[in-house]
């Protein structure tokens, strides 16, 4: 239980484990923004449970462990992870209040699009640039494509030995 008075730190995180072989990309989420998933057409959020940040355990007891998820991820897949940074919102350049949520997505969307196919290093330019004005918070911005071609691979028969381990490996 936590005691009265203490500021229990608290922190977002999302943990990934991703195989090339079988595309299968498997994440937890402890409060952290979903990733967005990139095509030329559109920018959508991945769908994928939320879960509460790291810390939040010792201030509310009881709440359900973090859920492993997996999904299949297509050749050429575009994955964008981002700290909430980037889509806050900012004061409007014009200084008549702040960007709404969707305008900020819609900026961002148009922006990203724009260079979907291109290197991962131009859209986290773009995404980055995206929406005007000041930033006021720490931004950190994550782009990964998956590979476009299926990734080789063979079998090797040994023997059951224990001698055989080495050249196993």
């Given at each position: 239980?936590?005691?009265?008075?203490?500021?229990?730190?608290?922190?977002?995180?999302?943990?990934?484990?991703?195989?090339?072989?079988?595309?299968?990309?498997?994440?937890?989420?402890?409060?952290?923004?979903?990733?967005?998933?990139?095509?030329?057409?559109?920018?959508?959020?991945?769908?994928?449970?939320?879960?509460?940040?790291?810390?939040?355990?010792?201030?509310?007891?009881g709440l359900?462990?973090?859920?492993?998820?997996?999904?299949?991820?297509?050749?050429?897949?575009?994955?964008?992870?981002?700290?909430?940074?980037?889509?806050?919102?900012r004061?409007?350049?014009?200084?008549?209040?702040?960007?709404?949520?969707?305008?900020v997505?819609?900026?961002?969307?148009?922006?990203?699009?724009?260079?979907?196919?291109?290197?991962?290093?131009?859209?986290?330019?773009?995404?980055?640039?995206a929406?005007?004005?000041?930033?006021?918070?720490?931004?950190?911005?994550?782009?990964?494509?998956?590979?476009?071609?299926?990734?080789?691979?063979?079998?090797?028969?040994?023997?059951?030995?224990?001698?055989?381990?080495?050249?196993?490996?």
């Amino acid at each position: 239980r936590a005691s009265p008075g203490i500021d229990w730190p608290t922190v977002s995180c999302i943990y990934l484990i991703y195989d090339p072989w079988y595309r299968k990309l498997t994440t937890a989420n402890a409060g952290h923004m979903s990733p967005l998933v990139l095509t030329e057409q559109d920018i959508q959020p991945m769908e994928i449970e939320q879960g509460v940040l790291l810390g939040v355990r010792g201030i509310i007891p009881g709440l359900p462990p973090y859920r492993e998820e997996s999904r299949y991820l297509p050749a050429g897949s575009t994955l964008m992870f981002y700290t909430d940074g980037l889509v806050d919102r900012r004061q409007r350049e014009d200084g008549k209040g702040k960007y709404e949520d969707a305008e900020v997505y819609g900026m961002l969307s148009t922006a990203v699009q724009a260079v979907a196919r291109d290197g991962v290093e131009l859209i986290v330019n773009a995404a980055e640039n995206a929406v005007p004005g000041k930033i006021d918070d720490d931004m950190a911005i994550l782009v990964i494509r998956t590979a476009s071609e299926e990734l080789p691979v063979w079998e090797v028969p040994f023997t059951a030995e224990p001698i055989m381990v080495s050249e196993a490996r």
